[in-house]
């Protein structure tokens, strides 16, 4: 039987203790699974992401990761803080969150460096980085000068140098080209097969079937209304037009106009 990483029961979660962002959310994730979490804007895929890296905590219910309670003070225990960063990569959506240093080389190596890893086994994962993710080109530019695909490449770099068991993506193929975005799939999918549990949030579904085996859907309530294969989550063109999850596309030939899903 699959181990159980995170463990949500009835987690309740707001900003300012008032805004929303979790509304009673049930969640299992067992070790080396692959899982999607889909739904409309602010429905709390990104808070949910954060929650299981640890940078917010439940208002109420429990949060549970690596068979500990989660909370604040857990954090305070340099031992397990060490412990759970060095095991839990979380890719922002936004990668000029992450990416601070002069250089993508310097963005690479802080991670394993922040963790007390030592030089030569630094040098070895920047190269191993660098190959996987063929960014060699730029280890020794500035990030900010990159295209946003080269930045999400080194975003995703950087929590791959740390070589953690969990990697938590969100969004991490918007507004990529076609190319840029089947590297960042087949990634994913190398990293699920070398055992890594991936969790990605996302709203191009075109790309769910291949990263996930089970699929979470936030509804606008905020919290999972379902919780199902990813073939079977996909088939249902009505639940997915009601949760804003597909657009209707116009098309008009000669003086005939059709509505097509998308």
């Known amino acids: 039987m699959a181990k159980s ?89 936004n990668p000029d969150t992450q990416l601070f240093c002069p250089t993508v080389k310097e963005d690479i ?63 991490p193929t918007a507004g990529l080209d076609p190319q840029t975005t089947r590297d960042i799939i087949d990634i994913l999918i190398a990293q699920n097969k070398a055992g890594r549990t991936i969790i990605t949030a996302t709203h191009d579904l075109h790309i769910v079937d291949e990263i996930s085996d089970v699929v979470y859907v936030f509804g606008f309530e905020k919290k999972i209304v379902k919780t199902a294969p990813s073939s079977e989550v996909l088939a249902d063109q009505n639940f997915l037009q009601e949760h804003n999850l597909i657009h209707i596309h116009r098309h008009q030939h000669k003086n005939l106009v059709h509505l097509h899903s998308h």
Request: with cysteine.
């Open 109 to 171: 190596i802080f991670g394993p460096l922040q963790l007390g890893v030592a030089h030569n086994e630094v040098v070895r994962r920047l190269e191993g980085v660098a190959a996987t993710l063929k960014i060699g080109h730029l280890l020794d530019r500035s990030p900010h000068q990159l295209s946003i695909g080269e930045k999400k490449k080194v975003a995703i770099g950087s929590v791959l140098a740390i070589e953690p068991e969990v990697l938590l993506l969100d969004e």
């Open 5 to 93: 990483i995170f463990e949500l029961n009835e987690v309740y979660f707001s900003y300012l203790n008032k805004i929303p962002a979790l509304n009673g959310v049930n969640l299992s994730i067992e070790e080396g699974s692959r899982s999607a979490v889909i739904g409309a804007n602010g429905t709390g895929k990104s808070t949910l992401l954060a929650m299981l890296d640890a940078l917010v905590f439940p208002r109420r219910g429990s949060f549970r990761a690596f068979d500990k309670e989660m909370s604040e003070n857990i954090l305070n225990n340099d031992e397990f803080c060490r412990f759970f960063r060095g095991r839990v990569g979380f890719v922002f959506q």
